[in-house]
């Protein structure tokens, strides 16, 4: 089976105009306009199997965004090749969008005026639902996202939270094959991005809906995600599976020991000893094998030992000592 989504060194290129300051230099803007290239993607290739589920992540600007509007359809490539379930989805938009569902976060689909319910039966229109289908599928949303309560109200009225459940309704009543989720988890307090994750991870298994999700948040990722892409300025950094991050980044597990008395100076072999304080020695373990015991046998014979931990880096501490590294 070809992938649901193949993207092959797909890049953007939007020119922003430059703003050259003062009356005089609006006016030289308005006829002969500054502009400047923003390379937003660039070469970004990467192949998506149907019912995966994919984090995609990366700072303020990364691109996440433009990708993820390339893939609806919203934006066209600058260059490269995009296929969206076997479709070009800049040039058959219609025939994409029947197939994919959309949550973005800060852009609501939802009619803000009109009970919940209005905007559903909206989309069965819109969509073309027949009705035993469509009925079917409310009823599945409303059990499994918990929307009883509130499906009469005004959209206004509710809790973002709320508000984010019946978005993420409102995008799958069509049941469509992909899910793109930009951000569906801003904003809300931890009780909701819970219902959130798990509901999603939920139609992933069940369903076997394919998730791309865009999100600062990694316990998005370590909830719903068993893949990741990671980009920057654009440009993919990694592609994988979560827990190979940490070894892709070369990061480091942390040894620390404490001790009853002044062990005085301490050497380990393969162990690099990290700036430590009072009876405490902190070590960066170059060895992923090396298990904690293994470690403590390698102390000098009597060195007064009270406590040693080994700390394995999460992945945040991985992505954000990566991050510090690039802007350093
Ligand atoms: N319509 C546009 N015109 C000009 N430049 C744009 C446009 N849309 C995005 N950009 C630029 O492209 C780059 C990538 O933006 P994008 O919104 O894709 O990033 P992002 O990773 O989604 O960021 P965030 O996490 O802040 O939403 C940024 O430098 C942005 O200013």
Request: hydrophobic letters at 40%; aromatic letters at 6%.
């Amino acid at each position: 089976m070809p992938p649901i989504i193949d993207a092959r060194t797909v890049s953007k290129v939007f020119r922003q105009r430059q703003s050259t300051g003062g009356f005089s230099g609006a006016l030289r803007g308005f006829f002969a306009p500054v502009t400047k290239e923003v390379r937003a993607v660039e070469e970004i290739s990467f192949a998506i199997e149907a019912g995966e589920a994919v984090g995609y992540l990366g700072p303020n600007g990364a691109g996440k965004s433009t990708m993820i509007k390339m893939m609806t359809g919203i934006l066209a490539p600058s260059s490269g090749s995009l296929s969206v379930l076997g479709r070009r989805p800049i040039e058959e938009r219609i025939a994409n969008a029947r197939e994919i569902g959309v949550v973005f976060g800060q852009r609501s689909q939802l009619w803000w005026d009109l009970p919940l319910n209005d905007s559903f039966d909206l989309a069965r229109h819109i969509y073309r639902l027949p009705e035993a289908q469509f009925k079917a599928s409310r009823a599945e949303m409303v059990a499994m996202l918990s929307l009883e309560s509130f499906i009469d109200r005004p959209v206004r009225q509710l809790s973002l939270g709320q508000r984010m459940r019946a978005e993420i309704a409102m995008a799958l009543l069509h049941a469509p094959k992909i899910l793109f989720l930009d951000e569906p988890t801003i904003g809300l307090d931890v009780v909701a991005k819970d219902v959130v994750r798990k509901f999603l991870a939920r139609i992933n298994r069940e369903r076997a809906t394919t998730i791309i999700l865009t999100t600062h948040d990694l316990q998005d990722i370590e909830e719903i995600c068993p893949r990741l892409i990671m980009v920057d300025d654009g440009r993919l950094l990694f592609d994988g599976p979560l827990p190979a991050l940490r070894t892709t980044f070369g990061a480091r597990r942390r040894l620390t020991l404490d001790f009853s008395a002044d062990p005085g100076e301490l050497t380990l072999d393969g162990a690099r000893p990290l700036p430590s304080e009072g009876l405490r020695r902190d070590f960066e373990i170059a060895d992923d094998e090396r298990s904690l015991i293994d470690l403590i046998r390698a102390l000098p014979a009597g060195a007064p030992l009270s406590d040693a931990r080994l700390h394995e880096p999460g992945i945040e501490e991985v992505i954000r000592t990566h991050y510090q590294g690039r802007s350093a």
